[in-house]
């Protein structure tokens, strides 16, 4: 079974703290895409990141960092100097291609809550 | 180039009745996706549809049903509202051959009341 679990539902920081959020995998499969969405009030999931399985190298995009850790299953996502803008709810997403689709449904985890305070 | 779109984004149903979403996706993108997003289950996957061909389904019962059109847009219909239904259901596509990368349109708040 394929599961994604973000323990931290709500962290509360002040602006320019730095701040990560943990995700940790489950997947008996190979071949896999982990992904970061952010969702703003406004409720529309905006892509940040997609990883696949066989690249563990690290991100980084401006203020963004991204963690992959096959050893540990864990995608950590980190935001340097956070701002309140930052504000939002952050989902890691776990996906796996099949034969009928290569796509794969995202398996999402239950989303951790970022308040960043002035 | 825009993105995807959903119509309509607020919708009001009692119990019993039906509805059917709507999805425009991005243009070029083949593959359609509906998610179910509510407090208690999170996010949720229904189903994926390519080329007007459902392939891949999520463990909802038989009132969530779909449908792609020739020029790849969606709808998906509820049918016997029950108050459970009431949730944010966002529509993502994607790019053939691409990273897998899917983009979500803004959603369509449903409440059954």
């Known amino acids: 079974a394929q599961k994604v679990t973000q323990a931290q539902t709500e962290i509360s920081v002040v602006e320019k703290e730095d701040v990560t959020l943990d995700c940790v995998y489950e997947t008996r499969d190979t071949t896999y895409y982990l992904f970061w969405y952010k969702q703003p009030p406004s409720g529309e999931l905006v892509f940040l990141i997609r990883?696949?399985?066989?690249?563990?190298q690290n991100e980084i995009s401006g203020r963004y960092s991204w963690n992959f850790q096959k050893s540990t299953s864990s995608f950590n996502f980190t935001i340097t100097a956070s701002q309140v803008v930052d504000s939002a709810v952050y989902f890691c997403?776990?996906?796996?291609?099949?034969?009928?689709?290569?796509?794969?449904?995202?398996?999402f985890g239950q989303g951790t809550t970022l308040q960043v305070k002035p | 180039k825009a993105g995807v779109t959903q119509t309509p984004r607020y919708l009001i149903k009692t119990r019993g009745q039906q509805v059917t979403l709507s999805c425009s996706p991005i243009s070029g993108h083949r593959s359609v996706s509906w998610y179910q997003q509510t407090p208690g289950q999170g996010l949720q996957f229904l189903f994926e549809y390519f080329s007007e061909t459902q392939r891949n389904k999520g463990n909802f019962p038989g009132r969530f049903s779909g449908r792609q059109f020739s020029n790849s847009r969606s709808e998906m219909n509820v049918s016997t509202l029950e108050l459970g239904d009431s949730a944010l259901y966002l529509c993502?596509?994607?790019?053939?051959?691409?990273?897998?990368?899917?983009?979500f349109g803004p959603g369509t708040r449903l409440t059954v009341l």
């Open positions: 997403a776990l996906s796996v291609p099949t034969i009928s689709s290569n796509t794969g449904k995202l398996i």
């Open positions: 993502a596509s994607t790019r053939s051959g691409s990273r897998n990368e899917q983009f």
């Open positions: 990883r696949n399985s066989f690249d563990e």
